[in-house]
């Protein structure tokens, strides 16, 4: 996929700028007692909150943000989107943030988008607003994708990267045989 040196520019930034850590900010159980959750599922009734605790929102494209992003950061609400354009990569990249367990997660995509429907509906999932890892993992694999590397070097960099000292990865399925 070609980047346009706007992209390549956000993906840089955003991969120097990003210093996140472990899934951090309130737990969805804090949000739920704080009535957060309850109150943004409420108060847009196409958003469905999941027994874990994670929002789940359907937009028309991946051109439309869902609007739990509304009062995130910039940045997050760009990670979001870059999410949407290397689905094709992220989804062959596993997250070691524990979500495989916790939200029954199988790639990082799943961390932002639960899917992608035939009619081009998204699904979108607020897990990696509270999740450093997820954020980072994201990052790296857009911006190795952005410098041309193949599938698989991407997948076995993010692995020997977070093989120790992180939850058990997702289960997620390798990439396709490069031809």
């Not at 989804?91 to 035939?118: M, R, T, V, W």
């Not at 698989?152 to 399925?173: F, H, L, M, Q, V």
């Amino acid at each position: 996929m070609m980047k346009t040196g706007k992209q390549r520019f956000v993906i840089l930034l955003l991969s120097a700028g990003l210093m996140l850590s472990g899934c951090s900010g309130k737990s969805a159980q804090e949000q739920v007692e704080s009535g957060q959750a309850a109150e943004a599922a409420h108060e847009h009734g196409h958003q469905t909150q999941l027994s874990n605790g994670d929002i789940q929102e359907a937009t028309s494209s991946i051109d439309e943000l869902p609007t739990f992003l509304k009062s995130q950061t910039s940045e997050l609400q760009t990670i979001y989107a870059l999410s949407a354009q290397v689905s094709d990569v992220l989804k062959y990249i596993p997250c070691y943030c524990g979500c495989g367990d916790s939200a029954s997660h199988e790639s990082n995509l799943n961390c932002f988008i639960d899917e992608i429907q035939e009619d081009g509906t998204v699904v979108w999932d607020d897990h990696g607003t509270r999740c450093g890892v997820c954020l980072d993992i994201a990052v790296e694999s857009a911006k190795m994708s952005s410098e041309g590397m193949s599938l698989t070097d991407i997948r076995n960099a993010i692995d020997e990267k977070y093989s120790t000292g992180y939850a058990k990865p997702t289960p997620t399925p390798m990439p396709p045989a490069e031809s």
